[in-house]
């Protein structure tokens, strides 16, 4: 995902500016003018206006012919957050300069019918010397979750004169993932989220180097001198050590519950189906996000809908996982209503999360339902009532 996209095709146009369509047609009245009433003066005149315009056709046009340029570190972007996309430009020529340029994005995808709500992002160099690289970047803002599809990246000039435009469009295709947006979370939830996980994991103690007391065993080699049964050994002379248990970090099992279609979903008023299903995968992240914060051991379960399961692990990378699988649900998929499975392991805490309100109510000591109405209620500036 974060590597840079070779060059595949080079397109090339010219485009007249408003500014230059008025020099053009002052042009024309000159030479108009002299051609009807020959003068040296007028004749010198429009030889020079008519040699601008070539001049700066040609000299924007070779500026550009040795010019490449790839994207770097195509990665991820957040809705509702600015983020950048990176251009390495790399001038070939040995003797001239690129002046002015201007690297656009041409155009911007959609998905599902959504738009991302991406202006044409756009980064300025001022010059590339002969020969060395320069890198640009230009800031964007999504405020949808999903795959752009990037295709084309545009540089443009206007140097010299600013009369004629000259095009270069690079078929650079490249997918830009964008993250769903991620509510920081009340700390009551937070707090008996994480209570709820400490206290059935008491259930499942294994052994370790502290906590409480075990049993005895043999000595293996590469056990700890400190961890020996002295009382043990004074009466044999074979070696023991003490086993102490030591609870493993909490671990919680997202499931997004996505089996309903969105006519059989019920929302609030004014609520549309389609964005209460936005709204849940923007809990599930959340709460995600919280609880890579908090030291879980976070996992994914996707049902209804391009099912897909990732196994509860802590650390940055299963959090990007997750965050990748909520960012590629395509909501327009046909929907399976399958029930998400119970959770064998007695450490895991499960919530359930699905659009508009739930239709159960799952609330066991190991399990949560939530629907995503709740989402307001759970966000940080929701100051009343308990959770």
Known sequence: MRRPVGRTRIRYRYRIRFAGLLYLAMTLLLGVAAATR????????????????????????????????????????????TSRLRYELTNRSRFWSAFALWIREHPVGKMDGWEHGLETPQAHVMQIPPGESVRAEAWIEPRRRGAVRLREVAVSTRFPFGLLEKVLRHELPATLLVHPKVHPLRRDLLDALRGRAEGISDLGRRAGAGG????????????????????????????????????????LRLVLDLGRRPEEIRTRAGEDARDAEERAIELVASIASAAGELGFETGLEIVGVEARRIEPRSGRRVLERIMDALARIDLTAPRTRVAAGASSNVREVRVVVEPGEATTLDATERSWRFGSGRLDAFVADAEAGTT
């Open 38 to 81: 020959p003068n040296n003066l007028l004749v010198w005149i429009f030889g020079v206006m008519l040699g601008a315009i070539l001049v700066s056709g040609v000299v924007s046009g070779f500026m550009l012919m040795r010019l490449e340029v790839r994207r770097v570190d195509v990665g991820t972007a957040i809705a509702g957050r």
């Open 212 to 251: 409480e007391f075990l049993g005895v065993r043999e000595y293996r080699p590469g056990d700890s001198l400190r961890r020996l049964a002295w009382k043990r050994l004074a009466g044999t002379s074979r070696l023991a050590v003490v086993e102490r248990s030591s609870g493993g970090p909490p671990r």
